[in-house]
């Protein structure tokens, strides 16, 4: 059976102090659809600049999010476009840039597929050198491990994406986003979808120009973020980790093994973390060779160590803590 055309679509915007970013954010996408910015506690001026927006914009609504986390904003978000009448809802990221007409596309592949979820690339863009030097990362092997909506490639059905548009009606059917997850909510929804047997279409002409972290150590606590919440993930559905998300695990122990033998008197052993940094030294050469920025590459090396270290301990803390979803109930709505 043919799925419904979607009509009648809002897009979401989670956001949490992004003042440098919400306004062109919210310019990128226009005015052709009604835009829901769910705020969740912002202390900088992003909930100033979208009342100011808001007051001449009236397809513009602030709304809190006293969750805070994205997946508390996009669960509220979903039960507030249903109210309103929507049958789809168009995610989209406060730290991202986007084409115009990217709403319209990924609503046009939504209809056109029948799927219950699109799915985009989401390509890092450079700013500053460091951020420069984390879009070569993130768009490299080295930094994303093979992920496919890292490096775009062919529309057709995915497992897995950077999430941009859903059908309400399966998204609320589903129960939303594990509202217990503060991070790989996205990744957590894939495999519920999947095992109830629902489909996400990769939509290749529709990627999100995401703008990476500007310093390792927010890059650091950003991807040990990632690792708990992956980890969490894993245990949930009870699935082994892939040999790509192992790896950092896998390099960072085996270096701090191979330097705590090394400096106990094993000279030998000293000659795994030495390896680890050649070859990060020599993929993130090549990386920055690849894209035109030589001069970039102690920097690509420095995100990629950090990247990595954060990753692995952030899936050490997963595999240590509780059980952490469905704790908590979503905030009611409020208009701000």
């Not at 309103?84 to 406060?94: E, H, N, T, V, Y």
């Not at 092997?141 to 529309?155: D, E, F, K, P, V």
Request: hydrophobic content about 45%; glycine content about 10%.
């Amino acid at each position: 059976m043919a799925a419904k055309s979607c009509r009648r679509a809002v897009i979401v915007i989670p956001a949490l102090n992004e003042a440098s970013t919400i306004e062109a954010v919210l310019s990128d996408l226009g005015s052709a659809l009604p835009i829901y910015v769910l705020d969740g506690g912002s202390d900088d001026a992003t909930r100033e600049i979208v009342r100011r927006i808001a007051a001449t914009a009236p397809h513009v609504r602030l709304i809190d999010n006293k969750g805070r986390s994205q997946a508390r904003a996009l669960n509220l978000a979903a039960r507030i476009a249903r109210r309103d009448g929507f049958d789809a809802m168009i995610r989209a990221d406060a730290h991202a840039r986007y084409p115009q007409g990217w709403a319209r596309t990924v609503l046009d592949a939504l209809n056109d597929t029948g799927a219950d979820c699109v799915v985009v690339p989401l390509i890092a863009v450079g700013g500053d050198a460091w951020q420069t030097a984390s879009s070569i990362l993130q768009t490299h092997w080295l930094g994303h491990g093979g992920a496919q909506h890292r490096r775009g490639g062919s529309s057709g059905w995915a497992r897995h994406g950077h999430h941009a548009a859903f059908r309400l009606d399966r998204f609320l059917a589903m129960g939303g986003y594990d509202d217990g997850f503060d991070a790989n909510e996205d990744a957590e929804f894939d495999l519920r979808l999947t095992a109830q047997g629902g489909r996400s279409w990769f939509c290749a002409e529709a990627p999100v120009h995401y703008i990476p972290r500007a310093r390792p150590s927010a890059l650091f606590r950003q991807m040990r973020r990632n690792g708990e919440w992956r980890m969490r993930t894993a245990l949930k559905h009870r699935q082994p980790l892939q040999l790509r998300q192992m790896l950092p695990l896998l390099a960072v122990a085996g270096s701090g093994i191979g330097t705590g033998l090394g400096l106990a008197g094993l000279p030998i052993a000293a000659l795994v973390p030495a390896a680890y940094l050649a070859l990060v030294t020599a993929l993130s050469a090549a990386a920055c060779l690849a894209s035109g920025s030589p001069r970039l590459v102690l920097r690509v090396a420095c995100l990629a160590l950090s990247s990595h270290h954060g990753f692995a301990i952030g899936l050490v803390r997963g595999a240590l803590s509780g059980p952490r979803w469905r704790t908590s109930t979503p905030a009611q709505a409020r208009p701000a």
